[in-house]
């Protein structure tokens, strides 16, 4: 069945920087639209970035952009979000999801998502 699993999370000074990556399985993963998305405590889930199946479209949050960069793997069926310069308001839930098929451009809405890993900790101290 469809599998998204997070790597480990962290805590990290603010500045610092941080990589999480998310393994696909049960799915064509190439054939599909990836996200990141983060959970702040006590707020709702956000969107953070996503990447089309070839990596040509990508998109970014505001708070995110110049900071953080998604990228894919499609050979080892992982996508990755690298981030920079992190602040201690990135503290947060952070989710690899699944974009439901048939979309042309990369979605922002959570409930288009069908597919989510279980979430990893990033917290980042000030």
């Known amino acids: 069945q469809e599998q998204l699993v997070e790597s480990e999370g962290g805590s990290v000074q603010a500045g610092g920087s941080l990589t999480l990556s998310c393994a696909a399985s049960g799915f064509t993963f190439g054939a599909y639209k990836m996200g990141w998305f983060r959970q702040p405590p006590g707020k709702e889930r956000e969107f953070v970035a996503g990447?089309?199946?070839?990596?040509?479209?990508?998109s970014y949050a505001d708070s995110v952009k110049g900071r953080f960069t998604i990228s894919r793997d499609n050979a080892q069926n992982t996508v990755y979000l690298q981030m920079n310069s992190l602040k201690p308001e990135d503290t947060a839930v952070y989710y690899c999801?699944?974009?439901?098929?048939?979309?042309?451009?990369?979605?922002?809405?959570?409930?288009?998502?069908?597919?989510w890993g279980q979430g990893t900790q990033v917290t980042v101290a000030s």
């Open positions: 990447i089309s199946q070839s990596s040509g479209q990508k």
């Open positions: 999801a699944r974009l439901r098929s048939g979309f042309v451009a990369i979605r922002v809405t959570r409930e288009e998502y069908d597919y």
